[in-house]
């Protein structure tokens, strides 16, 4: 890895600064059609600058979806520390969830096309690893939360099983929604809400959609 010629602090901070400022660019182009070059030509920076902060593109998307889903994540802690019953919590779970499918859609379909490299490209499975288990925990912390408010949490799922179907649903809803489905955002929450009955503990409430 190249040597930094500015403090290492600087270094890192101006790396997450571009990172941030080209996200939106490396979502319109994806993986397959990105190069440091071509998002030079997309955004503000010089080709030079990009260089110098990132080795290559895997280097530049890594930086730009981890700073990302770390948002994510913190938007739902924030309805989780904020709920007062559990099917407020959920109502709040299932609205964030339409809201961020819809208004982020290019930035989430960035996410799964680095998930579905991470197969095939070594050096993105730690860096996916990691993003998995902080949004694995993001579903979990949701549904433990519902199960507390509602008074048990005896005959929970593992979390795994949690994110995979709830995740499973979002990517399903993501690819209809890019399609044009104009229902899509809907049906997602009605299944996650199901879902959510089937998952928690005998006489949880549960939340319409």
Request: charged residues 20%; aromatic residues 8%.
């Amino acid at each position: 890895m190249r040597t930094p010629k500015v403090p290492a602090e600087k270094f890192e901070q101006r790396r997450a600064e571009l990172g941030e400022a080209t996200l939106q660019t490396l979502a319109a182009l994806g993986y397959a059609r990105t190069s440091l070059r071509e998002i030079a030509q997309n955004s503000a920076f010089s080709h030079g600058v990009l260089h110098y902060y990132f080795q290559d593109k895997t280097d530049l998307i890594l930086c730009s979806v981890r700073q990302y889903k770390a948002r994510c994540v913190t938007r739902y802690d924030g309805i989780v520390a904020q709920a007062q019953d559990a099917a407020g919590l959920q109502q709040a779970f299932l609205a964030l969830l339409g809201d961020t499918l819809r208004d982020e859609a290019p930035l989430h379909r960035l996410w799964y096309d680095l998930r579905a490299q991470a197969m095939f490209e070594a050096a993105f499975r730690d860096d996916v690893a990691v993003i998995e288990a902080s949004l694995e925990k993001m579903v979990w912390n949701v549904v433990v939360r519902v199960a507390e408010l509602a008074g048990t949490t005896d005959g929970l799922p593992s979390p795994a099983l949690a994110y995979a179907t709830v995740d499973g649903l979002f990517q399903q809803a993501l690819l209809k929604h890019l399609s044009g489905d104009e229902t899509a955002v809907a049906v997602m929450q009605r299944d996650v809400a199901a879902l959510l009955a089937r998952l928690l503990p005998a006489g949880a409430p549960t939340a319409a959609a």
